[in-house]
T-cell receptor, first 114, second 112 residues
Framework: NAGVTQTPKFQVLKTGQSMTLQCAQD?????MYWYRQDPGMGLRLIYY???????DKGEVPNGYNVSRLNKREFSLRLESAAPSQTSVYFC?????????????FGPGTRLTVT | AQTVTQSQPEMSVQEAETVTLSCTYD???????LFWYKQPPSRQMILVIR????KQQNATENRFSVNFQKAAKSFSLKISDSQLGDAAMYFC?????????WGAGTKLIIKP
């Protein structure tokens, strides 16, 4: 039981490049989330998927797209990376459709855009 | 809009002593949840404790307990018998309507 896994762990991009961050959970959770964490700030929600087949914008969705590929996997795509997207990205999942339940986090992806 | 404030960017405590981390929040809702998460250097977010707003009894998990003051909108975390492994960033979070609203974090240093 690996919990929530993320790939890659580190990535360096040039401005304008695209990439997809992968996230998978093996806990049969319904809801999945993508956050970013910037220095000196708490996490901010980018997108979430309350259940398979649905996605919704969070607090900071601009510049990102997501895909809930199936119940296990939730990917985050940067179409044209910008230096402002340099951050640590966390994927999380929870059993219930609401965030009242525990959220389990992956180890994070450190992304640098030059 | 809901906000979460952690006014202590950094705290230090001697090993085996007790430390309290502060968190205040602002909301007009009556039904919500509050959480404390720990983030060690590995960056993994680990849930420490949670509190349902409708429960008056303060949550406890082993050496971790909270002091929840709903009227004052305060949610502090007490760590008893501090251990070296407790060194980490601690984040307070408010949960409602699909979202967790996060504080900026408090870095906890444990002195041996």
């Amino acid at each position: 039981n690996a919990g929530v896994t993320q790939t890659p762990k580190f990535q360096v991009l040039k401005t304008g490049q695209s990439m997809t961050l992968q996230c998978a959970q093996d806990m049969n959770h319904n809801s999945m989330y993508w956050y970013r964490q910037d220095p000196g700030m708490g996490l901010r929600l980018i997108y979430y998927s309350a259940s398979e087949g649905t996605t919704d914008k969070g607090e900071v969705p601009n510049g990102y797209n997501v895909s809930r590929l199936n119940k296990r996997e939730f990917s985050l795509r940067l179409e044209s990376a910008a230096p402002s997207q340099t951050s640590v990205y966390f994927c999380a999942s929870s059993e219930a459709r609401l965030t009242y339940e525990w959220q389990y986090f992956g180890p994070g992806t450190r992304l640098t855009v030059t | 809009a809901q906000t979460v404030t952690q006014s202590q960017p950094e705290m230090s405590v001697q090993e085996a002593e007790t430390v309290t981390l502060s968190c205040t929040y602002d909301t007009s809702e009556s039904d919500y949840y509050l959480f404390w998460y720990k983030q060690p250097p590995s960056r993994q977010m680990i849930l420490v404790i949670r509190q349902e707003a409708y429960k008056q009894q303060n949550a406890t998990e082993n050496r971790f307990s909270v002091n929840f003051q709903k009227a004052a909108k305060s949610f502090s975390l007490k760590i008893s018998d501090s251990q070296l492994g407790d060194a980490a960033m601690y984040f307070c979070a408010y949960g409602s309507n699909y979202q967790l609203i996060w504080g900026a974090g408090t870095k906890l240093i444990i002195k041996p």
